[in-house]
């Protein structure tokens, strides 16, 4: 495969490089499209500009997010239900991990909690935030789980 600047982007693997690519290019032809509706509908209709970026940064994002976790293709070497279960539990343990460390690091870099209910809001964010992982990584593996079940 052809090599450019986006590559450092991508992994070694060619069916996930390609794959990936993919979903770049789709979400390249949404953001245009988006776009080009944005611009026409801004004749009749006054927007915000700095929302309208936001918002079509967070489209594409989300659809290359979302299409990459749908598509099982992040862990291919998981085929058997003990490797899935050994796999969902490094998942939990690295969410968990990730919500503690968040937990920690958040103060330094906001400020410390005055209050306990800005105490608390850290921790649910934390929460909320190692919980998407989870959630992700989970969707993410059962995917891949399924579809390498079915190649074997």
Same mark, same amino acid.
């Given at each position: 495969?052809?090599? @450019?600047?986006?590559?450092?982007?991508?992994?070694?693997?060619?069916?996930?490089?390609?794959?990936?690519?993919?979903?770049?290019?789709?979400? +390249?032809?949404?953001?245009?499209?988006?776009?080009?509706?944005?611009?026409?509908?801004?004749?009749?209709?006054?927007?915000? #500009?700095? &929302? !309208?970026?936001?918002?079509?940064? !967070?489209?594409?994002?989300?659809?290359?997010?979302?299409?990459?976790?749908?598509?099982?293709?992040?862990? &291919?070497?998981?085929? &058997?239900?003990?490797?899935?279960?050994?796999?969902?539990? !490094?998942?939990?343990?690295? @969410? +968990?991990?990730? #919500? +503690?460390?968040?937990? =920690?690091?958040?103060?330094?870099?906001?400020?410390?909690?005055? @209050?306990?209910?800005?105490?608390?809001?850290?921790?649910?964010? @934390? #929460?909320? +935030?190692?919980?998407?992982?989870?959630?992700?990584?989970?969707?993410? =593996?059962?995917?891949?789980?399924?579809?390498?079940?079915?190649?074997?």
């Amino acid at each position: 495969m052809m090599k @450019s600047w986006i590559s450092f982007l991508l992994p070694d693997d060619e069916y996930k490089e390609s794959k990936i690519l993919y979903f770049f290019s789709e979400g +390249a032809i949404l953001l245009f499209l988006s776009l080009l509706v944005t611009f026409i509908c801004s004749r009749f209709i006054s927007f915000d #500009t700095e &929302t !309208v970026l936001f918002l079509h940064v !967070v489209l594409f994002v989300v659809y290359v997010l979302g299409r990459y976790i749908v598509s099982g293709i992040e862990f &291919t070497s998981i085929a &058997t239900e003990q490797e899935y279960q050994k796999e969902l539990k !490094v998942i939990l343990v690295k @969410s +968990a991990g990730f #919500t +503690a460390m968040f937990i =920690l690091v958040y103060p330094f870099i906001s400020g410390l909690p005055v @209050s306990i209910s800005e105490g608390l809001g850290i921790i649910g964010f @934390s #929460t909320w +935030a190692g919980l998407m992982m989870f959630f992700i990584n989970f969707i993410s =593996l059962k995917r891949s789980y399924n579809r390498n079940k079915e190649l074997i």
